[in-house]
């Protein structure tokens, strides 16, 4: 079996952002801050360290903060070096001429219709999926999300999604997979279930927000019929190439914040600020007062 590599990623980013309105109304949620950093800049440095040559993000009306954010801010960086400041801390924002393709989705008809609508720039490639919502964050000497998957994908090919084990009463908020053989991180994808009835999953292990597919995935995108929610769910197209391509899921060793949740969001803040060399010990001495 050829193991195509791995080049392309892409960001569906053209959501409405509801759950953080009003702080939604003009700014794209995958530009809220955890702490110093937008969302989407940390999903982008983590492709980055995968590999990934070409982001592809799908957009929608009033996403052009994200287009602006890895664009050259000329203003801010001509004052910025007047005053003799260093320009380093945008060196992040900046991605190569040609590595970065914008592809707008009209309406928002669901995670599958978004990634749908990134096949011409994506072609006869596999390629990443990656939801900026869903920050990971690396357990200690171990690389990036992404990369755990590549290093993963090197070796299996195929399919590969994300997966982490929950609490059995929080899987019908999930995809949720059904498990064939086990190989330390690594679980043999069975079959897939959108949201699952809660007594009704096959198995603790969830979905989250990475995939990596193979291109075929877009020809059954192309023909697919709503599904739960009344959108097109990338779990259901997934779930039929099932059995046709080796389908894997690869268990993430390190810690998911659900910053598509309010709850979920404050706590990435306060961990990352927490783990900051710079305003840790400010930020731990806040909380223990607030503590008692």
């Known amino acids: 079996m050829t193991i195509k590599p791995l080049r392309k990623a892409v960001f569906p980013v053209g959501g409405l952002g509801t759950r953080f309105l009003p702080a939604t109304k003009a700014l ?3 530009m809220l801050p955890v702490v110093d950093r937008p969302l989407i800049q940390y999903a982008v440095d983590e492709a980055l360290e995968a590999g990934i040559e070409q982001m592809i993000f799908v957009t929608g009306r009033g996403k052009s903060a994200i287009e602006d954010h ?3 801010a000329y203003e801010l960086e001509s004052t910025m070096a007047a005053r003799g400041k260093s320009l380093e801390i945008l060196d992040a924002t900046r991605l190569k001429p040609g590595a970065v393709a914008y592809v707008r989705q009209q309406e928002p008809m669901g995670l599958g219709h978004a ?3 990134a096949r011409d720039i994506v072609g006869d490639e596999p390629f990443a999926v990656l939801l900026a919502d869903d920050f ?4 200690a000497s171990q690389p990036g999300c992404l990369k755990q998957m590549v290093q993963a994908y090197n070796k299996v090919g195929g399919n590969l999604i994300c997966a982490q084990e929950v609490a059995e009463d929080q899987t019908d908020k999930y995809g949720v997979i059904t498990p064939g053989t086990r190989d330390g991180t690594l679980t043999e994808v069975k079959g897939l279930v959108e949201k699952p009835r809660a007594g009704t999953a096959p198995s603790n292990l969830a979905v989250i927000g990475r995939y990596i597919l193979q291109p075929e995935v877009m ?5 697919q019929e709503k599904g739960a929610g009344g959108e097109i769910q990338l779990t259901d197209a997934m779930a039929r190439m099932i059995g046709g391509q080796p389908f894997h899921g690869v268990t993430f060793q390190g810690v998911r914040y ?3 949740d309010k709850a979920g969001y404050a706590q990435a803040n306060l961990a990352l ?7 840790g010990p400010a930020v731990r001495a806040f909380a223990k007062g607030l503590l008692g």
């Open 273 to 279: 600020a927490l783990s900051r060399e710079d305003i």
């Open 115 to 117: 990634v749908w609508c």
């Open 28 to 30: 794209p949620k995958e």
């Open 70 to 72: 890895f664009d050259i």
């Open 136 to 139: 990971m964050v690396g357990a």
């Open 258 to 260: 659900d910053c598509g």
């Open 219 to 223: 020809r059954v995108l192309e023909g």
